[in-house]
């Protein structure tokens, strides 16, 4: 049994657990309020209401709006084959949760292995449960991977993965009391044969040096947004309105209250002599705290290569081709996403095919993803038909637009019947031609 395996593995594992956590409560919105100084904190502690506007999110979802796998082709004799894998492990589903993670948390994983009924099945998995080690010598070379979880009786398990077997562990105590990897024992069945040959966890990385997440450089502004916003409500609550004030030699009772419709009663300056005066202090310019959120807002969009408009309207007066041209950025991002993740995704494509007893060549399997960029439907028809006059066939300008094969044979099929109609009609108005031909050569006899 791999004992130092399991000792790294299980560190490995349980250093994710904290930082990975506070990326995904940052994505979900479920953020602390951060001040710059614990008088501030003391101050505020009291406070009954939360104020957040979750731009984590945003910077996120924008990106990964932009990367949608939308099938693998597979040439050749395995693709009904491969339909079948598609659907039964909704593959196109999870690829978006695989590709969430991988960008919330730097790393994203997506596992495939026979069911209990020997059914291939592919799962995404939460890279906060699963971790995929590499030789040394050849970074992209597995060495073993391993998967850690709670089972129903509340204790730790653990799956190693190798090229050739499977090893199994659990913990003896609770999930909750376990410090360290000498908790584990070797399970019931404690080993078993992998008959593929690989190990079957696939890992989606935003780089290769390190594990980065999208919100890396977010969140310490997404803090000075969300302190702002509390500030300016907190203001507002208090100071929104205009305070008014009296100052008399009338006796002064109760302490200041700062509320809409109260009126501060002060005492007179020198006690006797001063005359009645009224007046009022100016409400609150919220705009300060305005005008500090669209700053950083703007930094935001730099840093993250996310625009503007995607947190503040821009106005409705831009066109279609300036929009294609602010959002340059985030497509580049995107794409550099798509080219990270689509040599991923074949991997898979071959390991499930390859342990359904189908053979398949790496070049008969291409991910297709839909195009990062937003394309105005005049300008693609103009692309499209400029194309078509230089002599490229129309399927193949539809497939390099990312067109999934069901559409490209139903397409060529509808081009069938529709070439079909135009030889009926062509003859029947030959036909009814001869006829008239006919009709006036007989009459004229």
């Given at each position: 049994m791999s004992i130092k395996d399991l000792t790294l593995a299980f560190k490995t594992l349980r250093a994710k657990q904290e930082p990975y956590t506070t990326l995904f409560n940052y994505y979900d919105g479920e953020q602390p309020l951060v001040y710059t100084a614990n008088r501030l904190n003391d101050i505020f502690k009291d406070l009954d209401a939360y104020f957040a506007e979750n731009w984590c999110s945003v910077v996120v979802d924008s990106a990964r709006d932009r990367v949608i796998l939308r099938e693998i082709q597979v040439s050749g004799k395995s693709q009904t084959r491969w339909k079948e894998l598609w659907e039964g492990s909704e593959i196109s589903l999870e690829s978006d949760d695989v590709h969430e993670a991988a960008m919330v948390a730097g790393e994203g994983y997506f596992m495939a292995w026979p069911d209990e009924d020997g059914v291939m099945q592919g799962y995404h998995n939460d890279p906060r449960i699963v971790h995929l080690f590499y030789e040394r010598a050849e970074p992209r070379k597995k060495k073993y991977g391993a998967k850690m979880w709670i089972s129903d009786d509340e204790r730790l398990n653990m799956t190693l993965y190798y090229a050739d077997h499977l090893?199994?562990?659990?913990?003896?105590?609770?999930?909750?009391?376990?410090?360290?990897?000498?908790?584990?024992?070797?399970?019931k069945e404690s080993k078993a044969e992998n008959p593929f040959g690989e190990i079957p966890i696939f890992h989606y990385r935003l780089g290769?040096?390190?594990?980065?997440?999208?919100?890396?450089?977010?969140i310490p502004i997404q803090n000075g947004i969300n302190k702002l916003l509390?500030?300016?409500?907190v203001t507002a609550e208090f100071m929104a309105f205009p305070q008014r004030y009296v100052i008399s030699n009338a006796e002064v009772q109760g302490k200041l209250k700062v509320s809409p419709k109260?009126?501060?009663?002060?005492?007179?300056?020198?006690?006797?002599?001063?005359?009645t005066q009224t007046g009022q202090f100016e409400a609150a310019k919220l705009e300060n705290y305005l005008n500090s959120i669209d700053n950083l807002a703007t930094a935001l969009g730099s840093i993250t290569r996310t625009p503007k408009h995607y947190f503040f309207s821009v106005g409705s007066n831009l066109s279609g081709e300036a929009l294609i041209a602010m959002e340059a950025p985030l497509n580049k991002k995107a794409q550099d996403r798509v080219d990270r993740f689509a040599p991923?995704?074949?991997q898979v494509a071959l390991?499930?095919?390859?342990?359904?007893?189908?053979?398949?060549?790496?070049?008969?399997?291409?991910?297709?993803?839909d195009k990062p960029e937003t394309v105005q439907p005049r300008t693609e028809a103009e692309t499209r038909q400029m194309n078509v006059n230089a002599g490229m066939p129309l399927v193949t300008i539809l497939r390099d637009e990312g067109k999934s094969q069901a559409y490209l044979d139903k397409m060529l099929?509808?081009?069938?019947?529709?070439?079909?109609?135009?030889?009926?009609?062509?003859?029947n108005s030959l036909l009814n031609a001869e006829r008239q031909?006919?009709?006036?050569?007989?009459s004229n006899a």
């Open positions: 090893e199994y562990y659990k913990t003896t105590n609770k999930a909750k009391n376990v410090t360290d990897a000498k908790s584990f024992e070797p399970a290769q040096r390190k594990v980065k997440s999208d919100l890396k450089n977010v509390t500030d300016m409500m109260e009126i501060w009663d002060l005492p007179a300056g020198d006690g006797m002599g001063q005359q991923v995704w074949k390991f499930m095919l390859k342990a359904s007893g189908e053979t398949v060549r790496a070049e008969d399997v291409v991910p297709i993803f099929e509808d081009m069938k019947a529709q070439e079909e109609r135009k030889k009926i009609t062509l003859g031909f006919n009709a006036r050569g007989d």
